[in-house]
């Protein structure tokens, strides 16, 4: 069983900054690949940016130079800062965690992001 609690959603406008946390609780959290996803209105679940094991991050294309993704391994935390929030980052984020070996996704609640103009 993994347990997710997240942090850091919120209203912001355009041109804001928001952080997203995530504590997972999940004894090999560190040997895991863990991220980001977003679903917008009416969109399907997209990639925001993960990041492995070995700390190897990936990012989609919209997130390349305004989100960082980053862990903490102690803490068991996964944390998104974003920053130039445009209107079209309106979106229910959820944390993510791939688990080794299966590759089976688990899934956080998520969190709703929403950037007004």
């Known amino acids: 069983q993994v347990q997710f609690e997240e942090f850091g959603g919120g209203s912001v406008q355009v041109g804001g900054s928001l952080r997203l946390s995530c504590t997972v609780s999940?004894?090999?959290?560190?040997?895991?690949?863990v991220g980001w996803y977003r679903q917008g209105p009416g969109k399907q679940r997209e990639l925001v940016a993960v990041?492995?094991?070995?700390?190897?991050?990936e990012y989609a294309h919209f997130a390349k130079g305004r989100f960082t993704i980053s862990r903490d391994n102690a803490k068991k935390t996964v944390s998104l800062q974003m920053t130039d929030l445009k209107p079209e980052d309106t979106a229910v984020y959820y944390c993510n965690l791939r688990g080794r070996g299966t590759g089976r996704d688990y899934w956080g609640q998520g969190t709703q992001v929403t950037v007004s103009s």
């Open positions: 999940r004894n090999t959290f560190s040997g895991n690949r």
């Open positions: 990041v492995a094991s070995d700390g190897t991050n």
